[in-house]
């Protein structure tokens, strides 16, 4: 609100709030690391990926690539047309990254979780599909033991790096 002015009756103007600056693009080398991982994922995506076996008696091997897999509709663990969200976001970071945007970085972090996320899934989908209980509880135990591993490592040097308290003096 403006204030009015005893003396002169004239109103005061407000202090301009200040602005929080916009965050700067990437550094140049950054954006250029970003834009070519992405266009890894889009080159990437049209080189051989799998192997696939010759037939009994054939001498020569075959690759399939990502686009052959998405033309293919046995593809085990994953519907094809979720296959072609790869060079879709390779294309989308490269882009984001090279015109100097600012998001440049969450859109990295972004792309990767989606399809490292997207990996861990079906990856534990096909686990949990193709083993049964006792390694499940195996497994399970040495994800314990790496988190109460880690958890104890960290609050051993916690209390190793705490100062300590001089004792009080008697007297």
């Not at 950054?30 to 890894?40: H, I, V």
């Not at 599909?129 to 880690?150: A, R």
């Amino acid at each position: 609100m403006a204030e009015t002015d005893e003396k002169s009756g004239t109103k005061e103007a407000e202090p301009a709030k200040p602005e929080k600056p916009k965050p700067p693009p990437p550094p140049l080398v950054m954006r250029a690391l970003l834009g070519f991982s992405g266009l890894a994922m889009l080159v990437g995506f049209f080189l051989p990926w799998v192997r696939v076996p010759a037939l009994e008696g054939a001498t020569d091997v075959h690759f399939q690539n990502g686009m052959d897999l998405v033309l293919a509709a046995d593809i085990e663990g994953t519907p094809a047309a979720l296959v072609v969200i790869i060079p879709i976001l390779g294309g989308l970071l490269s882009a984001v990254a090279f015109m100097g945007l600012r998001y440049a970085a969450q859109t990295a972090v972004g792309v990767a979780v989606v399809i490292i996320g997207y990996a861990l899934y079906v990856l534990g989908a096909m686990f949990v599909q193709n083993t049964s209980y006792g390694l499940w509880i195996v497994s399970g135990g040495t994800f314990l033991l790496l988190l109460l591993g880690v958890a104890t490592w960290m609050l051993a040097r916690r209390t190793a790096d705490a100062p300590i308290a001089p004792e009080p003096s008697k007297k």
